[in-house]
């Protein structure tokens, strides 16, 4: 076990950046479902609420799995989290601003 000179588990904070950027990355892939899904959905607006509660559900229940590992895992969770969307966003492409006119 390697530990930082604060006595963490490098291991485990690196298990908790991964474990974030896992959970951005099955986020992202149900949103992509779900959008591409919406143009054949019988009740479109159903299936838009109800995917965003699971994906909203998916990532509460595992940033508080992580909490409970203390704060740098929390944190190291958010931070893998938003470091894959950031990298997803622009290997996608940015959302058109202002209607692309």
């Known amino acids: 076990m390697i530990e930082t000179p604060a006595g963490l588990d490098v291991l485990a ?3 908790a ?5 896992a959970l951005a990355g099955l986020y992202l892939a149900a949103l992509w479902r ?6 054949g959905a019988e009740r479109p607006a159903a299936a838009l609420v109800g995917g965003a509660l699971a994906r909203v559900a998916l990532v ?9 590992l203390g704060a740098a895992a ?4 958010v931070a893998g989290f ?4 950031l990298a997803v966003t622009r ?9 692309g006119g």
């Not at 290997?91 to 209607?99: N, T």
């Open 91 to 99: 290997r996608v492409g940015a959302p058109l601003r202002g209607g």
């Open 60 to 68: 509460a229940g595992a940033l508080a799995l992580a909490a409970q």
């Open 82 to 85: 938003i470091v894959t969307r």
């Open 74 to 77: 929390f944190l190291l969770c």
């Open 17 to 21: 950046f991964l474990a974030g950027a």
């Open 34 to 39: 779900a959008v591409n899904a919406l143009a």
């Open 13 to 15: 904070l690196a298990g």
